[in-house]
């Protein structure tokens, strides 16, 4: 059984209570992080503890602990739980008040509580095999921007690419690809040039992607910042997502159409490859 973190206290996960009338039950009026957890340490952590400011500040939600108690708090639950690779989760909510549209956050306690997932994260057949995706309209809300645990169409979409015998969805607004339902969204050109969206308010300002966006700087890889089409997804050399929980996940296929051979690619191949050598420097 998991040890996980509620409101200040270490719990066994079937001890662990959360009020019926928090917020982030009853409205999802709640944020989260996943960072991901390498060789025992934590990866990108400094970056996901900033959005989580952000999200709260722009939410006008109150984040009452330190940095410095978010990290003992992922440190100490990866070493309790034992976990070499896999994930912590943080969640934070507004906290708990009578059921009402209205809210006054100053009158209100957020509720933390973080809790570890084990999962290989290195040697896993995304690597090697690749995902296939679906396309669906993305029908979430204006502020995808924020990292909310409003979950419910993504998990909807996901659902859908599984029915559909594919492992992901990629979400669509305006006959352009946003992002995939838990990760951010490339192609690249037959030029070799990498393609994702510009941050707006219309994706998730992935963490992966930005330290992903630096390397492959490094490498002299070309970047453009820009919508793509579906079409033009299809007909890409190769496409591939990142996330904290893949890290880069080669794409070989969307909707039933094979990219290149049908094999992870060599650009997404290579990216994977650098992130994680780059990142498992850098763990705290
Ligand atoms: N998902 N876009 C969306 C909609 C996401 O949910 C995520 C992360 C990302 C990638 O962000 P990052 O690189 O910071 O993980 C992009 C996490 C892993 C999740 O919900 O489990």
Known sequence: MRTVYVNGEYVP??????SVFDRGFLMADAIYEVAAVLDGKLADFP????RLHRSAGELGMRVDVSDDKLLTIHRELVRLNEVDQGMVYLQMTRGAADRDFAFDTDKMTPSLVLFTQSKELLDTPVATKGLKVITLEDKRWGRCDIKTTQLLYPSLAKMEAKKAGADDAWLVRDGEVTEGSSNNAYIVTK?????????????????????????AEETGTKIEERTFTVEEARNAAEAFISSASVFVGPVVAIDGVQLSDGKPGPVATKLRELYIAETRKRLV
């Open 13 to 18: 996960e079937n001890d662990a209570k959360i």
């Open 47 to 50: 970056a996901h503890i900033k």
């Open 191 to 215: 030029e070799g040039a990498i393609v994702t969206r510009p941050l707006s308010n219309s994706i998730l300002p992935g963490i992966t992607r930005a330290t992903l966006m630096a390397y």
